[in-house]
């Protein structure tokens, strides 16, 4: 199980988008929804040691690459094809190393 | 008979019972597996209890924190924060919120559906935050449930479509086309942000502010709870130190007065941190059966999405709107100290960033970096003295200390205030302004989304 957490400001919004837009996208790959769990933070409270991979916006990026995970970094919060091309090889690669 | 009647108005009026309801009901339309029917529906249903906890943290704060203000200086300060308002609301309406929720919802589902406006309204917070707005405001003007019901869901789902076709253009000419548009309902703010930037800004191009390297430095304006705990902190310490040890220590108890307004002020912080959790769990629900069915019913409507989306498009504009806002805001709140206005509003900073942040996005994309500053400053002034008004209408209401913050619910919340007793006006008002933007995504909008694809057009043929 890999956890995901995709973060913005609020933790409402966009990092809501993100999560259906990751979901879809990790679907499309094929990758089995058993595989993974997606999760929503504001960036103030995200840090957390059982994160694999952080999903943000140029943004926050700084921040989140400051704390040790994988972070993808994604431009359209809404571009499954977008985010897919991030995320996909970054998921693979946390895969492999667990 | 009477247990069954018990049952039904327990459960229709119990507002977290009735959002577990809906989205139970939205999980079973997008077939969900029945494991993740039941989590989800008692994940929304959670949330709105944890909303409904975090309401009260903001009240045990917000009650002495009014009193000392009131004694420091002879204005009652308002932390401007939809959550908390939407918090505070939700326990006595919140009932008729959940149901404004979704009939906004429906309405803006039927207008994308069958209106040259196809956009989808995507950022579930705002839905339930126009609902509040709507449903506080009827509620003053003393309608019965019913009424409110239809008038809030009407007024929601127009303002829920009309607001994203008027953000496009910009959007569209920010984002390069990135295809989506902003559901965020501060947009009037915004699209009065693009037209002062290009009133008083520069040239779009070649002062565009994302040429401007500002370094790293800002990483603090990120942090909303800290900046919201910072900026209730700045003024309830000084309203403090003018009301006296003596007043303050009345409410403090065995803690030192100052002391205990340090930690009430970050009490408020925590109140909101609290509320966010909860409309994260059932907001997480909610949007993504809203988006299901939007998408079976509206093939190719444009996703209306919460201002953040643009951020990545602006980083130096959203910069430099911080900055702006921030200055309009603190503007505002000298004007409305020196006229001796009662209320006066709590600069805290957070719609600094999201909304000072995404007028400067709009302000830049039409007048550059002077357009994305002023822009910004001429937002945060005025929203603010806007944000003071509709608290003075709600105070019938007896809301502690907090009120709506961005633009659209304020100003939707002043105009049913102020014209709901001739109801007609008000829905005409509305539409009125739906017509405009029809008439913006014919004349401004779809010409400009051809434009941009004309290289391609031109090899595909399109016509």
């Known amino acids: 199980m890999i956890n995901i957490m995709t973060v913005?400001?609020?933790?409402?919004?966009?990092?809501?988008?993100?999560?259906?837009?990751?979901?879809?996208?990790?679907?499309?790959?094929?990758?089995?929804?058993?595989?993974?769990?997606?999760?929503?933070?504001?960036?103030?409270?995200?840090?957390?040691?059982?994160?694999?991979?952080?999903?943000?916006?140029?943004?926050?990026?700084?921040?989140?690459?400051?704390?040790?995970?994988?972070?993808?970094?994604?431009?359209?919060?809404?571009?499954?094809?977008?985010?897919?091309?991030?995320?996909?090889?970054?998921?693979?690669?946390?895969?492999?190393?667990? | 008979m009477d247990i069954f009647w018990q049952v039904i108005t327990s459960i229709l009026g119990q507002a977290s019972v009735l959002v577990g309801l809906i989205a139970c009901v939205g999980l079973i339309l997008q077939r969900a597996p029945i494991d993740r029917v039941v989590t989800g529906s008692l994940k929304a249903f959670l949330g709105m209890l944890i909303m409904g906890a975090g309401a009260a943290v903001i009240v045990t704060m917000l009650t002495p924190a009014a009193e000392i203000m009131a004694d420091g200086f002879n204005f009652q300060g308002v932390v401007p924060v939809n959550e908390a308002i939407t918090a505070l609301a939700s326990v006595k309406y919140g009932a008729q919120m959940a149901g404004i929720t979704v009939g906004g919802f429906l309405v803006n589902l039927i207008l994308a559906r069958f209106t040259p406006l196809r956009y989808i309204f995507l950022s579930g917070h705002h839905i339930l935050f126009i609902a509040t707005v709507t449903t506080v405001m009827l509620y003053t003007l003393g309608l019965d449930d019913i009424s409110v019901l239809i008038y809030g869901s009407l007024i929601s789902g127009i303002v829920m479509t009309m607001m994203p076709a008027l953000a496009m253009p910009f959007v569209h000419k920010a984002t390069n086309g990135a295809g989506f548009t902003l559901g965020h309902l501060a947009t009037s703010g915004y699209v009065l942000s693009g037209i002062v930037g290009k009133i008083a800004g520069g040239d779009p191009v070649k002062t565009n502010a994302e040429k401007i390297n500002f370094g790293r430095r800002f990483g603090f304006m990120r942090e909303s709870l800290i900046l919201m705990g910072l900026g209730v902190l700045v003024v309830y310490m000084i309203s403090a130190i003018f009301a006296g040890r003596e007043a303050v220590a009345e409410y403090s108890g065995t803690l030192d007065p100052f002391v205990w307004v340090f930690i009430q002020s970050f009490t408020f912080a925590a109140g909101v941190a609290i509320i966010l959790q909860g409309v994260r769990m059932f907001v997480g629900e909610l949007v993504p059966a809203f988006r299901g069915i939007s998408e079976k019913l509206v093939p190719n409507a444009a996703p209306a999405l919460d201002c953040p989306a643009v951020f990545p498009y602006g980083e130096k504009s959203v910069l430099l709107g911080f900055f702006g806002y921030t200055v309009g805001l603190i503007g505002a709140m000298a004007l409305l100290i020196a006229v001796d206005f009662p209320i006066v509003i709590i600069p805290i900073l957070l719609h600094s960033f999201f909304m000072g942040g995404t007028a400067g996005v709009f302000g830049n994309a039409t007048g550059g970096r002077r357009g994305a500053l002023i822009g910004a400053a001429v937002l945060g002034f005025i929203n603010s003295l806007i944000q003071a008004l509709l608290f003075g209408q709600m105070a019938v209401l007896g809301f502690e200390g907090t009120t709506f913050a961005d633009t659209d619910f304020v100003l939707v919340g002043l105009l049913i205030g102020s014209l709901g007793s001739i109801m007609p006006l008000v829905l005409a008002i509305v539409v009125a302004v739906f017509l405009i933007a029809v008439l913006v995504e014919y004349k401004v909008t779809r010409p400009m989304i051809r434009r941009s694809k004309e290289p391609v057009a031109e090899t595909a043929k399109a016509g």
Not at chain 1, 44 to 63: C, H, K, Q, W
Not at chain 1, 65 to 90: M, S, Y
Request: hydrophobic share 45%; proline share 2%.
């Open chain 1, 8 to 98: 913005c400001g609020m933790g409402l919004g966009s990092s809501l988008l993100a999560s259906m837009s990751a979901e879809r996208a990790l679907k499309a790959a094929g990758v089995s929804t058993d595989a993974f769990r997606i999760e929503t933070s504001d960036v103030g409270s995200a840090r957390r040691g059982d994160v694999d991979i952080y999903l943000t916006t140029s943004e926050f990026a700084p921040e989140v690459q400051e704390w040790g995970a994988t972070v993808v970094v994604i431009k359209n919060v809404f571009d499954e094809k977008e985010i897919g091309a991030a995320l996909v090889p970054a998921f693979e690669l946390v895969s492999q190393s667990q």
